[in-house]
């Protein structure tokens, strides 16, 4: 079985693919252009941020595995692998204290101005008078929208440096809020009113695209900051680089818009190259410590698909299927006996959702529960029932 390591990654990490009997190809260099054709004979893929498009599923009969090597899957058409019944996984919470250390430093960067007092200093020149003007963290308010993983370290750190945090996302509740130890807000927009600092932990999807909305970066009160260590593109730009431009607020982010696709590259931005703005290179996941948790945690993906054919941290397979009926057949535990039992349900025309078959003690029976996508006539019910032989106890109850 082949695997193809499309993106950076650690050569001790590769040696444990190695060990689990896999063909490795590590092409960390291969374009998005050119990843079809790569992949064209690999069982598993791994990728870091490398795009993974619809061709990759096309142009790989026998895909089965693709991984993201981080957390979220927005750079892979999970759609196109759902239609070829291709497992797409992730490792999130991995890179978690890694993003929210930088979320913090740009937090602290923002408010002592820290880039600024840099670039003077190389510059040759002495301003204390100007960079003694910060307010300080202590007794502020940060607003942390998304409370997953990431969003709660955020919380803890700020926390520890005295802030009051209030949050916000879909699923937060009263209970949870007071569990994590901090407010609740009840929509993004109000967070947004409530925040010295509101920083952003939301994973990007249809849902969330462009969810910083004009109204809500306008919600935040003169001088207040946005921080970005999530995705650009859950961020209106265009407004974004407008009341930046204007001064209206300030901006600490990781991620940009059009970001170039290589590790270096030119890149121009209007955004970044506003004096109030702080930027950093799309770097929150990137320490030592998050890539090797990230790595390690990838390497146990595969192992398990590979041993055992279970997926860890799937993010496609369906959490309801379309079934409407569910069918219990008891039965002797011999051969052929569920191939009947399947083959009655095929010449029925009715469509099998999902199969678990459960062995008892001794091995000689088992209960296998079929979900069906309607419910089974009583002509099926009871051809199945006149198998005496093999056959134990048939019921069929309705979801």
């Given at each position: 079985m082949k695997i193809l390591v499309a993106d950076a990654f650690p050569t001790e990490r590769l040696a444990d693919f190695q060990a689990l009997g896999l063909e490795v190809a590590h092409r960390p260099d291969v374009a998005v252009q050119e990843l079809a054709a790569a992949a064209r004979d690999a069982a598993i893929l791994v990728v870091r941020s490398k795009q993974?498009?619809?061709d990759v599923f096309d142009a790989a009969p026998g895909l089965s595995l693709v991984v993201r090597a981080g957390a979220g899957v927005n750079t892979i058409d999970v759609a196109a692998a759902s239609r070829r019944g291709v497992y797409v996984a992730n490792c999130p919470g991995q890179n978690s204290i890694a993003v929210a250390e930088l979320a913090i430093g740009l937090v602290v960067a923002l408010d002592r101005r820290i880039p600024d007092n840099v670039a003077l200093l190389r510059a040759g020149k002495w301003d204390k008078k100007t960079f003694s003007e910060a307010q300080g963290l202590?007794?502020?308010?940060?607003?942390?929208?998304?409370?997953?993983?990431?969003?709660?370290?955020?919380a803890r750190r700020a926390q520890a440096l005295g802030m009051r945090v209030v949050a916000w996302s879909r699923s937060l509740d009263d209970r949870q809020a007071k569990l994590l130890g901090v407010e609740r807000a009840p929509d993004l927009a109000a967070l947004a009113r409530e925040s010295d600092f509101l920083s952003l932990h939301l994973a990007l999807s249809k849902e969330t695209r462009g969810i910083v909305s004009r109204e809500v970066l306008e919600a935040l009160r003169p001088g207040a900051a946005l921080v970005n260590t999530a995705r650009a593109e859950i961020v209106d730009q265009a407004a974004l680089l407008e009341l930046a431009r204007a001064g209206r607020l300030r901006v600490g982010t990781d991620?940009?818009?059009?970001?170039?696709?290589?590790?270096?590259a030119e890149f121009d931005s209007e955004l970044a190259k506003l004096p109030n703005v702080y930027g950093t290179h799309h770097i929150g996941a990137s320490t030592a410590q998050a890539q090797d948790a990230i790595a390690r945690e990838t390497v146990r993906i595969v192992e398990a698909f590979v041993k055992s054919g279970e997926v860890p941290s799937c993010v496609n397979v369906a959490r309801k299927t379309p079934a409407r009926a569910r069918l219990v057949v008891r039965h002797l535990d011999k051969v052929g006996v569920l191939a009947n039992v399947l083959g009655a349900i095929r010449e029925a025309g009715i469509n099998v959702e999902g199969v678990e078959n459960t062995i008892f003690e001794h091995h000689q029976a088992a209960s296998c529960t079929i979900d069906l996508d309607e419910r089974p006539p009583a002509p099926l019910l009871e051809h199945l029932r006149t198998r005496v032989g093999d056959v134990l106890f048939v019921g069929s109850f309705d979801l």
């Open positions: 993974v498009q619809a202590y007794g502020r308010t940060l607003g942390v929208a998304g409370v997953g993983s990431i969003g709660r370290e955020v991620v940009f818009a059009g970001e170039p696709e290589k590790g270096k």
